[in-house]
């Protein structure tokens, strides 16, 4: 377990992501002063719940659900369809696949090394 | 896989913690590599949009804390109100806790002070022990279990055989 806290209250049992962390996230925030204790608790709190709801829905809606797998794909079409998640927008391409940039990357590569031969 | 770069943008959440947390939510998933890392980024992207949230109503009310007020209001106008019920219980548990600690330090205080207070206390008990003697045998049973002292020394009629020290 990760006792990084100065305080480790009972909550903490409740909590399993580091508080910590959380904190350093916030403050990197620009404008972001002060963070009272409780509130730091309610954040970790919430990004936890935050992790479940994005697995679940990206889950249930994907088509991973036949291979039993969760894929990128899944969360992709998650980002896109729930109106709470379009935050998400910027940080995940929609159209292109991590998978399919790579491959398309490697292709490029393998051009490229046919070219100078 | 960790970052030692000074750069903020890089201060994710431990992996590991993510890859628990998605286990314990679909257990027996298989989930793609990707898939975790990119989990791992809307984490840090939900943090943060918690937080600007959270600072502006923090700066429109008059206090320069972010308070849970604000966070929890910051999870309602975001669209996240679903996860307002758990995320109070967390602080119900915050207070509970930290009234508990308090209460047990203030105890603690008390505790400490009186010892000539408590060494008074239990001379009293003795004497009231040796009155309750008279009482029928049940009666009195129960009666010492409720005066005995904290510190056992021997009865009074033992004081033959105690052994003073120096």
Redesign the interface.
């Known amino acids: 377990e990760e006792e990084e806290e100065e305080e480790t ?3 903490k049992k ?5 508080v910590s ?2 904190r ?3 403050k ?2 620009p ?9 730091l ?3 970790t ?12 829905s ?2 249930n809606n994907g088509s ?1 659900k036949d ?6 794909s ?2 992709a079409k998650t980002t896109e369809e729930n ?2 998640f379009h ?2 927008t ?3 391409p929609k159209k292109i696949l ?2 399919d940039y790579l491959k398309t990357l490697e292709q490029m590569q393998e051009e490229e090394e046919e070219a100078d031969l | 896989m960790a970052s030692s770069s000074g750069n ?2 890089d ?4 992996r590991a ?2 890859n ?3 286990k314990e ?2 257990p ?5 590599n ?2 975790r890392e ?2 791992v ?12 949230e ?2 502006e109503i923090c700066n429109k009310s008059d206090k ?5 007020e ?3 209001n910051a ?1 309602e106008s ?3 109100a ?2 307002i019920t ?2 109070k ?3 119900q ?3 509970t ?2 009234l508990k ?1 308090r209460k047990a330090s203030s105890r603690l205080e008390n505790l400490g002070i009186p010892e000539e207070e408590l060494l008074r206390q239990q001379q009293e008990l003795f004497a009231k022990r040796t009155a309750v003697t008279s009482l029928k045998a049940p009666v009195r049973l129960a009666a010492a279990s409720l005066f005995t002292p904290r510190n056992p020394r021997p009865a009074p009629n033992e004081q033959g055989n105690h052994v003073n020290d120096s």
């Open positions: 209250p009972d909550a409740s909590i399993s992501l580091p962390r959380v350093l996230i916030m990197s925030s404008d972001v002063s002060s963070i009272n204790q409780d509130a608790f309610l954040t709190k919430a990004t936890e719940l935050f992790v479940q709801h994005l697995a679940l990206s889950f991973g291979s039993n797998t969760l894929e990128y899944d969360l109106e709470t935050f998400l910027d940080i995940l991590a998978r | 903020d943008d201060l994710t959440i431990p913690a993510i628990k947390m998605i939510t679909l027996n998933v298989r989930v793609a990707d898939a990119l989990v980024n809307c984490c840090t992207e939900f943090i943060h949009l918690i937080s600007s959270a600072n320069k804390t972010i308070s849970p604000h966070v929890i999870l975001l669209g996240f679903s996860y758990e995320v219980d967390v602080l548990e915050c207070k806790v930290a600690r």
